[in-house]
């Protein structure tokens, strides 16, 4: 690969605008890549019942999958990409990526989710990880496991934020509907529900955004359902306070809502972890850390009663994540210079650039 410029990069994600493939497929566009999309939801489509059947007694088997993978493989015979990026648990099979790899382009990962969660395991994207050149993952607790499963390279590349998605966008000054106490986005995981309880008890105004909310009888009249990308930007604007939870399923140190939140203009307060002080100091330098239950109420108290506070913490906040190197196309960037690194130094005997040889 002689320049980022010169890179044919095929995705495989997500293309709406709230999700990561959308974001590296905007990234990319900024770069000036040269690229094309693969909808990973046409993976999914399929009769209710048989998506029913796939997942649950095919171990989360996507419905469509050989067809999907067989999409895919098409596009990179046609397009001959030097880079093929999936997102997340991607529906490509083990036998897709093998042939990829021997047709000469690289095969990336960008894990969104641990596939090590119950939630999210399934067998066949663990058989498939190994066929993977290098996996780039934003959680520490992946990597071991990604090196056991035969992955021949893992970095850790943390989430961003999306400028063309990510920025204040506050509300109509007489829509109300938008305003709360304190706001999360995100799926309603069982530890999610326990952590918001408290808040709900202490009688602060919740808003909650994302799947499943309205499941939980303790969470069902804070549930506001789900949110296009201009009504997340809404939301966190007119939230005096915006939760930062990482999913512990997962294994996280931070979120995607941690880049997020703050490039919107939000006021963060969030769980206690090495990967939140790493980014933005020590505690109240620009966002407000948490370790209990106790401490996350007090500390969110003193700020619903200093706005003057919220508005320093959150302006810090933005300058950190916006001015620090922390967008999508600054992820590109570094996931398209390591696999040239490690091309470069697998085969030197190719002077062409990205020839990987492909995994057995």
């Known amino acids: 690969m002689s320049s980022l410029q010169a890179t044919r990069l095929l995705i495989v994600g997500n293309p709406d ?3 990561v493939g959308s974001h590296f497929h905007s990234a990319a566009g900024s ?22 059947t796939d997942w649950w007694m095919r171990g989360r088997r996507p419905a469509r999958l050989p067809e999907f993978s067989a999409r895919v493989l098409q596009v990179v015979r046609t397009f001959a990409p030097q880079v ?3 997102t997340g648990v991607a529906p490509v099979d083990a036998s897709a990526l093998k042939t990829i790899g021997q047709l000469g382009s690289a095969r990336v990962n960008f894990l969104t989710d641990d596939p090590w969660n119950s939630a999210h395991r399934a067998p066949w994207f663990l058989d498939a990880l190994k066929h993977y050149d290098h996996v780039f ?7 071991a496991d990604l090196r056991a499963c035969g992955v021949r390279a893992v970095s850790i ?9 990510h920025f204040p966008e506050p509300p109509s000054a007489d829509d109300a509907s938008w305003e709360s106490d304190v706001m999360l986005a995100g799926g309603a995981d069982r530890d999610r529900v326990d952590a918001v309880m408290p808040f709900i008890r202490a009688g602060f105004r919740v808003a909650l955004y994302g799947g499943y909310w309205d499941r939980y009888r303790e969470t069902r009249d804070a549930a506001r359902g789900l949110l296009d990308a201009a009504g997340l930007r809404r939301a966190t604007a007119a939230a005096r306070v915006c939760l930062g939870l990482v999913r512990r399923a997962n294994r996280d140190g931070h979120s995607m809502r941690t880049y997020e939140v703050p490039a919107m203009g939000g006021c963060l307060i969030a769980e206690d972890t090495a990967d939140h002080r790493g980014l933005f100091g020590a505690d109240g330098e620009a966002v407000a ?3 209990s239950p106790d401490e996350a109420i007090e500390k969110t108290a003193a700020l ?3 706005e003057d506070l919220r508005r320093d913490l959150a302006r810090r906040a933005h300058a950190i994540v916006t001015t620090g190197g922390h967008t999508y196309a600054d992820r590109l960037q570094s996931m398209l210079q390591a696999v040239t690194a490690q091309y470069a130094s697998q085969a030197g005997a190719h002077a062409s650039g990205l020839a990987p040889q492909a995994a057995e």
């Not at 770069?31 to 029913?52: G, M, V």
């Not at 993952?137 to 990597?143: E, G, I, L, M, Y």
């Open 17 to 19: 605008p709230v999700h």
């Open 31 to 52: 770069l000036r890549i040269e690229t094309r999309l693969c909808d990973s939801r046409e993976a999914f489509d399929a009769p209710a019942w048989r998506q029913k």
């Open 84 to 86: 093929v990026l999936a």
């Open 137 to 143: 993952t934003p959680r520490a607790a992946n990597v």
């Open 157 to 165: 590349l943390p989430f961003a934020f999306a400028p063309d998605q």
């Open 289 to 291: 850390f948490f370790a």
């Open 304 to 306: 619903l009663r200093r």
